[in-house]
């Protein structure tokens, strides 16, 4: 083998296993704009909701990061849970969230979006800033995402909303209905189905 195909193979795995904050915030931040414009452009095309819900749906999987997600948000109860609930558990999330944003993001038209800044939260993880301009002289809606490296790429963990993590939100929630449910995980999966129509 030459020396030039050595130095490309060498520069590959170099790359691959520099630490994203050593890489600067430039992949982070191209990786949420193009996913922010995309989803933009999803949640406020004339398609209909089902059509919507579909394609944000597709996003949402290559996008987020939801087994960890769904671990986070059902905090102990996870440890607790059988295989057959966490799997339920976390398919019931998954549709659940990405129905919530597809109807929450239903009302805006004609939207910007704008990334603001990164900044590296470690070694894997960044954390990028942003901006949904609105139209009509409405305040922007400023949007953080929560980046991390993966096995499978750069992946989103959390969004916070105004200041409001959905991750920890959606955590204490579940924890109230399960706590209300006598501490069973079955409250939750049933009040999920009931909510998706599913019940």
């Known amino acids: 083998m030459s020396l030039r195909p050595l130095a490309r193979i060498a520069i590959l795995l170099l790359l691959l296993g520099t630490p994203l904050a050593a890489r600067g915030a430039d992949d982070a931040s191209g990786f949420i704009s193009d996913l922010g414009k ?26 987020f990061d939801v087994p960890t997600i769904a671990r986070f948000v059902l905090g102990p109860y ?36 704008k990334v603001a800044g990164t900044r590296p939260e470690g070694d894997t993880a960044a954390l990028v800033s ?14 953080d995402w929560r980046v991390s490296k993966t096995e499978r790429g750069l992946k989103i963990t959390d969004v916070i909303v105004e200041g409001i993590s959905m ?20 409250a939750l999966l049933k009040l999920l189905r009931e909510k998706l129509g599913e019940g």
């Open 38 to 63: 995309r989803a933009i452009e999803i949640l406020t095309s004339p398609a209909t909701p089902a059509d919507r819900e579909q394609s944000f749906r597709a996003l949402f999987d290559e996008g």
């Open 167 to 186: 991750a920890v939100t959606e955590r204490q929630e579940f924890a109230s209905v399960i706590q209300r449910g006598g501490g069973r995980v079955d």
């Open 130 to 143: 942003s901006q949904i301009i609105r139209t009509a002289g409405a305040p922007p809606v400023k949007v």
């Open 78 to 113: 996870w440890r607790t849970a059988s295989d057959a609930q966490r799997q339920e558990f976390t398919k019931l999330f998954e549709a659940y969230i990405v129905h919530a944003y597809t109807v929450r993001f239903s009302e805006y038209h004609q939207e910007q979006f």
